[in-house]
């Protein structure tokens, strides 16, 4: 595994109130938002648990109860796939509770992700842990959070998981000063949250849905004061780290999805179903045939 012994954890926000997918997030949390057959964070937390993590501490806010009812054990359903012999569903619904081992903590106010992130600060006790946004998937070959993992261990600083994007969308991101160190590794000096001209932007790359973040994060969040939005921005105190430290940027392989947008949530439906033992050559056939109909 990617993860060496200090290195087991992990956190994932997932209190974020989900208005870019209402009305539907307004009785099920964009997290559960099921692509193909499993809900969007059952593909972040494979991923976690493939990059050699195995304590997961998920942040929830009211009304996400269905999140942890997910990664629990379902006695009543449970034995009815039995007694009805169907023990492939059995398997399918059991391992979904030994995929790690999964902690809950409520966020009592929404007030952004560096505040969710400083809520884990007794959790995490002193070591490094990697950060995994619940609005995104990345699904790859190589799991993202492990080409992180690697990287914090060849440099020993902290590291975020970047992608260049488009000029005309680097507003709604992050953009890093970075400079090119070997492969797909950066070293990130920099960053600014949302750029609001283009003498703002520091490069088109941005932090996309992963982090490695060291324990004195904790202390820079709690002098990090409301940023955009009036929320704590994360990226404010790792911009510190940036600028005092450094701070490492890889380029990850693998597809990044936003589950938080209704077209992150098609693609990803559409591409997954795609790949789906099960479903891929009846569903390439529908598509091809509603293709030729566009």
């Known amino acids: ?147 992180l993992i690697r990287a914090y261990e060849k440099y020993g600083k902290a590291v975020v998981g970047i992608k260049e994007v488009a000029k005309e969308n680097i507003h709604k991101y992050s953009s890093l000063k970075v400079e090119h160190l070997d492969g797909t590794y950066y070293s990130c000096t920099d960053m600014v949250e949302k750029p609001k001209t283009e003498a703002d932007v520091l490069s088109y790359f941005s932090i996309l849905g992963r982090c490695v973040l060291t324990p004195d994060i904790f202390d820079l969040l709690d002098k990090t004061a409301p940023g955009a939005g009036g929320e704590i921005q994360l990226t404010d105190a790792m911009r510190v780290l940036a600028q005092t430290v450094g701070m490492i940027g890889v380029d990850f392989t693998g597809k990044r999805y936003d589950i938080g947008n209704k077209l992150g949530i098609l693609e990803a439906t559409v591409e997954l179903a795609l790949k789906h033992p099960e479903l891929k050559d009846d569903f390439r056939a529908y598509i091809k045939n509603l293709a030729s109909e566009l």
């Open 1 to 147: 595994s990617a993860a060496s012994d200090v290195y087991k954890r992990q956190v994932i926000p997932a209190a974020g109130l989900g208005t870019r997918v209402l009305p539907a997030t307004k009785s099920m949390p964009k997290e559960m938002y099921p692509i193909v057959d499993k809900p969007a964070i059952q593909y972040i937390v494979e991923e976690a648990v493939n990059s050699g993590i195995t304590d997961i501490l998920i942040i929830t806010n009211r009304g996400k109860n269905i999140i942890e009812d997910y990664f629990d054990r379902s006695p009543e359903l449970e034995g009815r796939l039995l007694e009805d012999k169907k023990e492939e569903f059995y398997n399918q619904v059991v391992s979904v509770s030994k995929l790690a081992n999964i902690f809950f903590l409520r966020q009592k106010e929404t007030k952004g992700l560096g505040h969710a992130v400083n809520c884990a600060r007794s959790f995490i006790s002193g070591e490094p842990f990697a950060v995994l946004y619940g609005d995104d998937v990345i699904i790859g070959e190589d799991p993202a959070c492990g080409q």
